[in-house]
């Protein structure tokens, strides 16, 4: 898969689905850490750090959005750079973004964060394999579940 490509993502251009990442992110949260994070409460609260998240596996990525909503969630301090962007096509070992701020809030947010990624790039990258097998033909690949 060659990483050159920009695949086209349409929530920069989706109101309705960008209203809706607040709040799956929060459900998402509320699920995964619940009243507390008693493991992030043992790190020191004034202790920073560093993280990249890496490709394992040739992808398609999507979901950043969901990501930084995440981590402003959590706590604002952190804050993401991120190395590609979405529809951008991906190799293992390719490094997607670098995460600073504080310890807890990180550690707090990097499942739920994760998770997110993960899902929807794995969907990314399925509806782009679909969209190259019919390419050339009169085939559309449309977002509904209707055959």
Not at 11 to 16: F, K, L
Not at 22 to 38: C, K, Q
């Amino acid at each position: 898969m060659s990483s050159s490509a920009r695949l086209p993502i349409v929530s920069a251009n989706n109101p309705e689905l960008n209203a809706s990442i607040e709040p799956s992110v929060r459900a998402a949260l509320a699920e995964d850490i619940g009243t507390g994070d008693a493991t992030a409460d043992l790190i020191a609260s004034d202790q920073q750090v560093s993280a990249v998240l890496v490709a394992k596996e040739a992808a398609v990525l999507c979901g950043s959005a969901w990501v930084e909503k995440t981590f402003a969630c959590i706590d604002e301090r952190v804050t993401i750079r991120w190395l590609r962007a979405d529809g951008d096509r991906l190799n293992p070992g390719d490094e997607v973004c670098e995460i600073r701020g504080p310890a807890r809030a990180i550690n707090t947010g990097e499942r739920t964060a994760i998770n997110f990624l993960q899902t929807l790039s794995g969907t990314a990258t399925v509806a782009s394999r679909f969209a190259a097998a019919v390419a050339g033909t009169r085939c559309q690949v449309l977002d509904t579940r209707k055959t």
